[in-house]
């Protein structure tokens, strides 16, 4: 299964993402919802930044925390063209090729996140930002002391020359997100000026303040469009290290970065080394964790946790397990119908699919209970519709009622609920019903369309241990007639497969997060449908869908964007799109014990390579200090 995103915990798909927790946070400076006021420290989506102008730090960092040691561990999450299992290029932000996930690391951005707001960001470059009274101009006002890793002196230019460029050639989940920034423009050496069309979203300049930026002078000898294993120049906290292609990459961290002693950096980056290992099977990658070649996991295997973590060390001590509560949105994740094939157009064979699928079953059976079901696109969150639509969803739905599911305008779909048994026949007959209504009759033990062409299905995925959890499900389609395969490609085939929208049924999840930004076009607007590389797997193409997630965007308020959220995610769930699958609201992780941690991760993310620490004393004890 794929978790592009998602994912799900880099800025840049944070600043895009789509769901909502409501917190009280301190009012400090309102540095959006005043344009015209600055210089300005801090942006955020609707006003509100916890940080006044002179913090010294994040408050669930460690400002003192020791640097040194190394931190190994398989990679939870990935973006762009990010390939978790192998990598054969450096360049992270184009749609070509597979990158390790993490390069993020070793590039700065004008701005970065606060994990404990929830869009807030800080100056790393960019020291201060004004904002013409109209807010569609933006002038960035640039520390002198950045550097890249040569030496070479970070400019206005460097950013205008990064930004336009990621617009133009970037990976397409980048250059259509920020199609509304109409120019980047240095300002001598120390001022960038950003303008938008005046139809961008309240959260694009924040996602723009938060891209990477590159060298103009190393890409304007290097092609930015070519798959390259030359690591580039860069100004961040880390460069690529040591690497072996397909099996790991080591990222170094550099000693003498230069915003070490920035407020928005205290307390980050303490690890000298961050090394990924790449694995394309979760059983293999136990078993370095278990040997410590790899020193962190997060377990996403229910059967594992619930009975291989008895093995030595554990009982020792050496290997400590913690469940942390994970407050993030659960965001969606389930089996996508590809509906750009006519096979899935009609929402009652994709409903009927569903059917098929016993959650109950396979959570006692399969995954020792550890789950829930999903039952909506912004699960966690205050952005999931339940009950009736409030009158305010409705001023949103009403026009669209002609074209809309009655669903809609009811209690909000949610997944069947089976007797458990693997074989709920009630919920078959169901199934059998809907697909009889949409055409299909038997022939034999075939279900074939009025046109004699029996329905199958190819479930794509990229992880061998998703074939046990796929099974069962096949083997119920198999009673209704339905021909299904379980079908596992390489890690390079599946991606290219997943960006040219080559599949039948996919598995995926996508991590979302606290306000809704651009990038939700991506998910599931009608535009986004046929664009090669971007997140609509689904292919979904609704003009009520569209004016949803419009309404959403063009929120002035938290209030009124959990309202549209609402109102799309019920258009979402009555559309069939996906077969939900199933969510916790907890981080299952073990580690061996050499770390040390700040005493609460913050609300929004759990940064762990980022604010953790190697502590000395902890690995030398369990003699792993060397």
């Known amino acids: 299964m794929s978790k592009r995103n998602g994912a799900d915990r880099r800025q840049f798909l944070k600043l895009t993402g789509a769901a909502a927790l409501a917190t009280a946070l301190p009012i400090g400076t309102r540095a ?14 609707f006003g509100d930044l916890k940080y006044g102008p ?16 190394r931190f190994t561990f398989k990679t939870p999450s990935w973006q762009f063209n990010q390939n978790p299992q192998t990598y054969n290029t ?9 990158a390790p996930p993490r390069m993020e690391l070793c590039f700065d951005s004008l701005m970065v996140r606060a994990w404990d707001e929830p869009d807030a960001v800080y100056g790393l470059l960019a020291e201060s930002v004004e904002i013409t009274e109209d807010g569609n101009t933006y002038f960035f006002n640039l520390r002198p002391e950045a550097r890249f890793h040569d030496g070479s002196r970070l400019t206005a230019e460097d950013v205008a020359f990064s930004l336009m460029l990621l617009k133009e050639k970037g990976h397409p989940l980048i250059s259509q997100t920020i199609r509304e920034m109409a120019q980047a423009e240095a300002l001598g050496n120390q001022k960038v000026k950003i303008g938008f069309t005046g139809k961008q979203t309240r959260q694009l300049p924040l996602l723009v303040a938060g891209l990477p930026i590159f060298s103009k002078r190393y890409y304007t000898t290097y092609d930015f469009e070519q798959s390259t294993l030359t690591p580039p120049l860069s100004s961040g906290p880390y460069k690529v290290g040591r690497h072996a292609v397909g099996r790991y990459v080591e990222y170094s961290r550099v000693t003498d970065y230069w915003a070490k002693d920035l407020p928005v950096v205290a307390g980050h980056f303490n690890f000298d080394v961050i090394r990924l290992e790449f694995f394309r099977d979760a059983q293999v990658a136990f078993e370095a964790f278990k040997k410590g070649n790899v020193t962190f996991q997060e377990e996403f295997s229910s059967r594992i946790w619930a009975t291989e973590y008895n093995f030595p060390a554990v009982g020792d001590g050496k290997v400590k397990q913690k469940i942390v509560p994970d407050n993030r949105p659960s965001g969606a994740q389930g089996w996508f119908f590809n509906t750009r094939r006519d096979k899935f157009k009609d929402p009652r064979v994709r409903e009927a699919i569903g ?45 669209f009622r002609e074209q809309l599911p009655e669903a809609v305008f009811g209690e909000p779909w949610t997944p069947p609920v089976s007797d458990g048994s693997g074989f709920d026949r009630s919920l078959l007959r169901k199934a059998a019903m809907l697909l009889k209504d949409a055409g299909y009759t038997r022939d ?183």
């Open 54 to 69: 002179d913090f010294k730090s994040f408050d669930y960092v460690v400002p003192g925390a020791p640097k040194g040691g």
């Open 90 to 98: 450096f360049n992270s932000f184009i749609l070509k090729g597979d």
């Open 355 to 399: 059917y098929a699928f016993d959650f109950e079953w396979s959570n006692q059976n399969l995954f020792h209970g550890m789950y829930e079901r999903t039952q909506s696109f912004f699960e966690n969150s205050d952005m999931k519709a339940e009950g009736l639509p409030s009158e305010a969803e409705l001023v949103l739905l009403d026009p």
């Open 32 to 45: 959006f919802a005043d344009p015209g006021k600055g210089p300005l420290h801090g942006l955020s989506v």
């Open 444 to 626: 034999g033990a075939l279900l074939v369309d009025p046109n004699g062409q029996p329905l199958t299905i190819e479930f794509l995925n990229n992880v061998p241990m998703f074939e046990r959890i796929t099974m069962p499900f096949i083997n119920s389609l198999e009673r209704l007639g339905i021909s299904s395969s379980f079908r596992l490609v390489d890690p390079a085939q599946y991606e290219a497969r997943l960006n040219n929208f080559d599949f039948d049924v996919i598995s995926r999840r996508y991590s979302l997060t606290p306000t809704l930004g651009t990038s939700i076009r991506q998910f599931w607007s009608s535009a986004s449908a046929d664009t090669p590389g971007s997140n609509n797997l689904a292919g979904i193409s609704s003009p009520a869908v569209d004016a949803m997630i419009e309404a959403a965007l063009a929120a002035s308020s938290r209030e009124q964007m959990i309202v549209a959220a609402r109102a799309l995610d019920r258009c979402l769930r009555a559309g069939q799109y996906w077969v939900p699958q199933w969510s916790k609201g907890t981080h299952t992780i073990a580690m061996w014990d050499i770390f040390g941690y700040p005493e609460e991760p913050p609300h929004y993310e759990f940064p762990v390579e980022t604010t953790w620490w190697f502590d000395r004393e902890k690995a030398d004890k369990i003699g792993m200090a060397g």
